[in-house]
């Protein structure tokens, strides 16, 4: 936990991981709504993730360059501003039906998310002792689960209408039936976005109205620069978040798709049930902060992605609620991933946290790439489950990054230093 001075800031920050985490997990729900309502293919509608990741990954280096020059207050500032302003598009967006018009809005919301995420995650490491910085990140990123484990909830309860009609249906429909029907689905969305602006806009007052304090990264300033990948274990850390990202965005982007295709559950169940597997997200965030008093975050890490690769063995070989229940169940052996993996990446580079932070968040990304991977594969298989091998591939990746990448490398004169100080380096 963070020193008492930090205390107020690290507990008013922890609520910026709740925002984001609700945004990113409203996806799974507003993917197969969208599909409904704008009358998409498993492809077009999974431009919902690529709006949104696309994002941070155009937003990232200009948020890092903006942090840099200003401060951490400001940086979420701006953040939650266009945060508030993406939500609130939905509006208009409803009202036009118009797919694009949608999309603009969750850009606009990811770009505000950037912000947050990029100020947040690197700010949270160094309130408090460098030692604990993966344990800390961990408890903060909980706040993440739980706003992971209600947008689905609250997303099935207030989104779906509960109307499902079937391909035949709808075209038996009337022009004006079928414009009536799309319409009203759309509207839907109203409400929610409409609360979810309000709600940050008075978190945006709570900043305005507090003062943080801005804390001194170890060593001098430096430019935003490439040269910072000279650090390996920051390069392996990119590869691997962008991996999980990926992973983890398709899991759960298409789980109820999923879950209609191998068990045919209605969408409204599946949304509830996706809502409960996040609830094992946010419960595994809690219970890998205290694992980490005993487990080294690295190994847990590992242990946790070989898991995964398990239960997706089975979301791959299964048909009924045996398969669905395997996919259900990955979120918990996720919930570490992300903050451990940032923590082990920007580990030790001072100045340098904040560059390294906004690559790490621009490998975000693969919350876009890995479902259109996915949405692809459905469509030119006509299989949702076989799609479901392309998450199973990226927690082998990070199974990697667990066992070798993370590791911190030495040059020869840093190595020889130390041997010259009688100290042996060892870095897991």
Same mark, same amino acid.
């Given at each position: 936990m963070p020193k008492n001075n930090f205390l107020v800031p690290f507990i008013l920050v922890c609520s910026l991981f709740f925002l984001w985490a609700f945004l990113h997990n409203l996806n799974p729900i507003l993917i197969p709504h969208l599909k409904k309502a704008c009358q998409l293919s498993d492809t077009q509608s999974s431009f919902i993730d690529i709006a949104i990741y696309l994002a941070y990954f155009t937003i990232a280096i200009p948020a890092g360059l903006f942090v840099q020059k200003y401060n951490y207050k400001k940086g979420i500032l701006f953040g939650l501003s266009l945060y508030a302003f993406g939500a609130l598009l939905f509006i208009p967006a409803a009202m036009v039906?118009?797919? !694009?018009?949608?999309?603009? %809005?969750?850009?606009?919301m990811g770009s505000g998310a950037t912000f947050l995420e990029t100020v947040a995650n690197p700010y949270v490491t160094v309130l408090g002792s460098r030692d604990t910085s993966e344990q800390r990140l961990n408890f903060a990123q909980s706040f993440n689960g739980l706003g992971a484990m209600l947008a689905p909830i609250i997303g099935s309860k207030f989104i779906f209408s509960?109307?499902?009609?079937?391909?035949?249906?709808?075209?038996?429909?009337?022009?004006?039936?079928?414009?009536? !029907?799309?319409?009203?689905? %759309?509207?839907?969305?109203?409400?929610?976005?409409?609360?979810?602006?309000?709600?940050?806009?008075?978190?945006t007052i709570l900043f305005v109205l507090t003062k943080l304090p801005e804390v001194t990264d170890e060593g001098h300033s430096t430019k935003f620069s490439l040269s910072v990948f000279k650090n390996s274990h920051l390069k392996w850390a990119v590869i691997a978040e962008f991996c999980y990202v990926g992973a983890q965005v398709g899991v759960g982007s298409f789980f109820i798709r999923y879950s209609k295709f191998v068990a045919d559950f209605p969408e409204q169940q599946s949304g509830y049930l996706w809502g409960t597997a996040l609830g094992g997200f946010m419960v595994g965030r809690f219970a890998g902060t205290f694992f980490m008093r005993y487990i080294k975050p690295a190994k847990l890490l590992s242990l946790y992605a070989v898991i995964n690769i398990l239960l997706l063995v089975v979301a791959l070989t299964f048909k009924g609620s045996v398969a669905v229940y395997a996919a259900a169940v990955t979120p918990f052996f996720m919930s570490i991933m992300f903050p451990t993996i940032f923590a082990l990446g920007i580990k030790d580079l001072g100045a340098e946290a904040k560059i390294g932070s906004s690559f790490l968040i621009m490998s975000i990304i693969g919350g876009a790439c890995i479902p259109v991977i996915m949405a692809y594969i459905s469509d030119m298989t006509g299989s949702m489950q076989n799609a479901y091998i392309v998450p199973l591939l990226c927690f082998a990746v990070i199974l990697y990054f667990g066992l070798k990448g993370h590791q911190i490398k030495m040059s020869n004169q840093e190595y020889a230093g130390l041997q010259n100080d009688g100290k042996v380096p060892v870095f897991e």
């Open positions: 039906r118009e797919y !694009y018009f949608f999309l603009v %809005a969750l850009f606009i509960g109307i499902e009609h079937s391909s035949d249906e709808l075209h038996k429909m009337s022009a004006a039936d079928l414009t009536s !029907y799309l319409n009203f689905e %759309a509207s839907t969305v109203k409400a929610p976005y409409l609360v979810m602006g309000l709600v940050v806009v008075f978190v």
